[in-house]
């Protein structure tokens, strides 16, 4: 009897983590486009750049899909930025994603408007006061302190990522920089 408690436990756990993933999926990076959207998402599973590039060809051949690009973001994470008209969703891109033997990290997509994978800035102890540093580019957001830190942490994580997300190309010349200045 207390097999069968066991076995049916394990079985309503392991059913609630599949079904967990499969709700209602939402990118939660999305800006309107003229011509549809720009949505980015962080991708958990790629072995190398060769398959980030495959997986970005197989979007780019798609024809609901008019542009892309994979980079690393400031998480350190695969991440995609496509532009997408009104057919695709989530579920479209996972489709391709899984084709590779890849998903999304559930960081920058909700699924029933839960973010699953929360994830912190990568930096020593994980608070933006550690990691901050004058950054000399038009634009980018300063960390503001009203006491509330919980808060203006989340503020700060939200002006960067939408600065990175606007600026792409500025962007990647900061990266750049960091790495020259870091050898």
Known sequence: MKKSFETIALMILFCGTIFSQTGKLEFTHI????????????????????????????????NNISWGR????????HRYQLNINEFVTPEYIRKILNSH???????????????????????????????????????????????NKVEDDERYRIEKEKWIQENPEEYQKLLKEMELKNK
């Open 31 to 62: 800006k309107p486009i003229a011509d549809g959207y720009t949505v980015y998402f962080h991708v958990k599973d790629i072995k190398d750049d060769s398959q980030a590039k495959e997986i970005l060809n197989d979007f780019l051949s798609d």
């Open 70 to 77: 994979h980079f690393i973001s400031i998480e350190g994470k």
């Open 101 to 147: 033997g890849t998903d999304f990290d559930f960081s920058t997509v909700s699924v029933d408007g839960v973010i699953l994978n929360k994830s912190p800035l990568p930096n020593k102890n994980n608070s933006p006061e550690s990691e901050r540093v004058k950054v000399n580019s038009p634009g980018f957001p300063e960390y503001k302190s009203t006491g």
